[in-house]
């Protein structure tokens, strides 16, 4: 990524980027150009963060926004998207993530240009970056709307997501929706009413913005998405449906 310094305060407790491990970055690159009108930037790096050497990282871009990295799913990893929320001190916080009832999947590391990171999983099994960013880049709002948090039921490890981001759930909520705020009450992600009908981990989807949802899903199923496995109801179905692409990741629809 270009240019910038260290973390601006108004990034704290905000989704600032999203990494799409891929088994095939042309197929998923083609998806994403079709469904959300990205376009895209390689970048060199001397040093790769996912498997070391000397490879090509994607950046999807949108206006002046570079929200998103699509790279070759490495060994360690499972297909799929990952949100990184920005802190102030990502070794600082990465020690807070066992005591809260975390697991760590990978400790702090560099990512040059970008900055630094942390993989974790939170109290019911789901994965979450951790990053400090080192870019000019702002938080891609062009590109993705508010997270949502799918679980099996209606549980939300609240104070998890509180004590390491400062994030609260919004005394306004419906039966469909939980409302979780992000410091100076920002929106910041969704809970939804739906839970992955196979019984796996709770998991964060990124909800991608679209001028239409109804042409999108089209779009979306013409290039070879499906439904997600999920037990979801037809509200939020309608306002914010969940897809997997054709590489099998999960994500979500929502208006620009």
């Known amino acids: 990524m270009s240019g ?6 108004s990034k704290a407790g905000q ?20 469904v959300a009108n990205w376009t895209y930037e390689v970048e060199r790096a001397s040093d790769f963060a996912w498997g070391g050497g000397e490879k090509d990282f994607i950046l999807a871009l949108s206006g002046d926004e570079a929200g998103a990295g699509l790279a070759e799913t490495p060994a360690e990893q499972e297909n799929g998207w990952t949100a990184y929320i920005e802190v102030p001190d990502v070794d600082v ?13 990978r400790e702090p590391f560099e990512v040059p240009g970008v900055g630094r990171n942390a993989l974790v999983r939170d109290p019911l099994g789901a994965l979450v970056g951790i990053s400090l960013s080192r870019h000019s880049f702002p938080v891609p709002r062009q590109q993705f709307g508010p997270e949502v948090y799918v679980s099996n039921g209606t549980d939300f490890p609240q104070a998890f997501y509180a004590e390491l981001f400062g994030w609260q759930v919004s005394p306004a909520t419906d039966k469909n929706r939980v409302a979780l705020l992000g410091p100076r009450g920002v929106l910041v992600a969704n809970q939804h009413a739906a839970s992955w009908s196979a019984g796996s981990n709770a998991a964060w989807v990124p909800c991608i913005k679209v001028a239409s949802v109804s042409d999108a899903c089209r779009t979306a199923e013409t290039n070879g998405a499906r439904p997600a496995s999920v037990v979801i109801s037809g509200a939020v179905q309608a ?5 997997c692409d054709p590489d099998g990741a999960p994500f979500a629809l929502g208006i620009e």
Do not use: N
Request: proline share 2%; with cysteine.
């Open 15 to 34: 989704i600032v980027r999203h990494d799409l491990f891929t088994s095939d970055r042309e197929c998923s690159m083609a998806f994403y150009q079709h």
């Open 4 to 9: 910038g310094e260290t973390m601006t305060q």
């Open 93 to 105: 916080a990465i020690k807070r993530v066992g005591t809260l009832g975390g697991k760590i999947v």
């Open 239 to 243: 306002h914010s449906p969940i897809l």
